[in-house]
T-cell receptor, first 117, second 113 residues
Framework: DTAVSQTPKYLVTQMGNDKSIKCEQN?????MYWYKQDSKKFLKIMFS???????INETVPNRFSPKSPDKAHLNLHINSLELGDSAVYFC????????????????FGAGTRLSVL | KQEVTQIPAALSVPEGENLVLNCSFT??????LQWFRQDPGKGLTSLLL?????REQTSGRLNASLDKSSGRSTLYIAASQPGDSATYLC????????????FGQGTRLTINP
């Protein structure tokens, strides 16, 4: 009974293709996030959404477009994939994005390893 | 710009030892600091969260301390077990109107039976 689930777990594709990664959380949280973990293992925030509204966009190329059909889902669509997009992408959720000790705990999915050839 | 550094990058110790993982951050204006555990193929799990006004938090064999003024945190693991093998990430929340986590590179810990 996974709290934050991402699909697919692995994605291998050719440069120039368009692909999507799906994320769903069953925790009833209002806020969801996408992170990128690069080859040097640093995780960096890409986007955060609260109740389907964009809260944070960390200067990510506009080839990356998050889509939130409802507050339980935050999908990541990537156009014209490039070699540098190869990384592990993590989805996360939290109860809220504002101050509050318990609300600040983020729950992470298992990650999607994207390889662009 | 906040930078989080973890030392050492990797650590291998025999089972039963007590050990300390170190974290430093450049900007002391943090809202809280967390230690996460990352297991291969299983995502990240929050272990301990220390609010900026607190000095330490404990959970079982884990104890985390925070010295915000000097920009340092340590994670102490007592009586290490093979199941503790994982990558441990130090994460600060900069909270700029919304929660914003900045991650360290992690310490890859191996506990040998």
């Amino acid at each position: 009974d996974t709290a934050v689930s991402q699909t697919p777990k692995y994605l291998v594709t050719q440069m120039g293709n368009d692909k999507s990664i799906k994320c769903e959380q069953n925790l009833g949280h209002d806020t969801m996030y996408w992170y990128k973990q690069d080859s040097k293992k640093f995780l960096k925030i890409m986007f955060s959404y609260n109740n389907k509204e964009l809260i944070i966009n960390e200067t990510v190329p506009n080839r990356f477009s998050p889509k939130s059909p409802d507050k339980a889902h935050l999908n990541l669509h990537i156009n014209s994939l490039e070699l540098g997009d190869s990384a592990v992408y993590f989805c996360a959720s939290s109860q809220a994005f504002r101050r509050g000790p318990l609300k600040n705990i983020q729950y992470f999915g298992a990650g999607t390893r994207l390889s662009v050839l | 710009k906040q930078e989080v550094t973890q030392i050492p990058a990797a650590l291998s110790v025999p089972e039963g030892e007590n050990l300390v993982l170190n974290c430093s951050f450049t900007d002391s204006a943090i809202y809280n600091l967390q230690w996460f555990r990352q297991d291969p193929g299983k995502g990240l799990t929050s272990l301990l969260l220390i609010q900026s006004s607190q000095r330490e938090q404990t959970s079982g064999r884990l104890n985390a301390s925070l010295d915000k003024s000097s920009g340092r945190s340590t994670l102490y693991i007592a009586a290490s077990q093979p199941g503790d093998s994982a990558t441990y990430l130090c994460v600060v929340d900069m909270y700029q109107g919304a929660q914003k986590l900045v991650f360290g590179q992690g310490t890859r810990l191996t506990i040998n039976p």
